[in-house]
């Protein structure tokens, strides 16, 4: 009889190969991607950690014997004061300070996707505590080992330290050890629980594949007054502006005031940029 874990990964191959196909990873994988989105990922991965390793306490709080509370104890030791230590260590070669990362302000993608674990995992029992947290671990080291796979992306000068991370023994053994939890928790259980954790596992990977998005198109919050302040922010930082407004010209209209519209087809003027979204094509001037 297989494992959970097996359907599992039956079920999330798709959405995980998507996440081979997205221009973000696929940077990383190259070294062809922009710093500045990089950065923004590193900062916004950060705020995400603090609130992953949350739901590791959920579920140590919600473990009905002392062997199921070692396994997320150790899960968050392991986040909290190795992966969470690199992190730093890594944004600091990005010159991105403690304190820079520590004041980051969420985004819309980092909250959507926080607030629905630790939804998930505060409203049933400690097996959706490990269902939660499953598809980051485990596809961060599916990509790993895919992008490690090519000499050049692990020796990458500003990339290679991440393909190295996330395919490395090391988070080979943590994502190991978050497979057999879910594994654990779920042995004897009924089809409708199954199909249950199994949508969780599902829906955390599409988040998964929006926060690459978010990265790539360096968002924040889809509000017009927010663009405008992003915009003010970095007048002193006219490559991070360009690929800002590149962002704006692939999204539709909507939603923007007339003033940032006007200002955006300035913009774009300036920097010869054209738009891939048809609106801004279609509305003149």
């Known amino acids: 009889m297989r494992n959970f874990s097996d359907r599992l990964f039956q079920t999330v191959e798709p959405i995980w190969e998507?996440?081979?196909?997205?221009?973000?990873?696929?940077?990383?994988?190259?070294?062809?991607?922009?710093?500045?989105?990089?950065?923004h990922y590193l900062k916004q991965d950060y705020v995400y950690l603090v609130e992953y390793c949350k739901i590791f306490a959920v579920g140590a709080s919600k473990s009905p014997d002392l062997e199921t509370m070692d396994m997320f104890s150790s899960l968050l030791h392991g986040t909290l004061h190795v992966e969470m230590d690199l992190h730093r260590a890594y944004a600091a070669e990005f010159g991105i300070s403690n304190e820079e990362l520590a004041q980051t302000q969420a985004g819309a993608a980092m909250t959507g996707y926080t607030s629905y674990m630790l939804n998930v995992a505060q409203a049933g029992g400690v097996e959706n505590a490990a269902a939660a947290v499953l598809a980051c671990a485990w596809s961060y080291n599916f990509i790993g080992k895919q992008l490690?796979?090519?000499?050049q992306s692990l020796q990458h000068p500003f990339y290679g330290k991440w393909v190295q991370m996330y395919s490395s023994p090391d988070f080979t053994e943590l994502t190991d050890s978050c497979i057999a939890l879910i594994n654990r928790l779920t042995a004897g259980k009924p089809e409708n629980e199954l199909k249950a954790l199994e949508e969780i596992v599902v829906k955390t990977s599409y988040f998964e594949y929006m926060f690459w998005d978010m990265a790539e198109s360096l968002e924040m919050w889809p509000v017009a007054v927010l663009m405008q302040e992003r915009r003010e922010s970095m007048r002193d930082r006219p490559d991070?502006?360009?690929?800002?407004?590149?962002?704006?010209?692939?999204?539709?209209?909507?939603?923007y005031d007339a003033e940032t519209i006007k200002q955006t087809k300035h913009l774009a003027r300036v920097f010869q940029l054209t738009p891939s979204n048809s609106e801004w094509l279609d509305s003149g001037s």
Do not use: W
């Not at 490690?148 to 000499?151: D, E, F, I, T």
């Not at 690929?243 to 010209?249: D, E, P």
């Open 240 to 255: 991070m502006l360009k690929i800002a407004v590149q962002a704006m010209l692939d999204l539709p209209m909507t939603g």
């Open 18 to 39: 998507s996440y081979l196909a997205h221009p973000f990873v696929q940077g990383i994988g190259d070294g062809t991607l922009d710093k500045e989105k990089f950065k």
């Open 148 to 151: 490690a796979k090519n000499p």
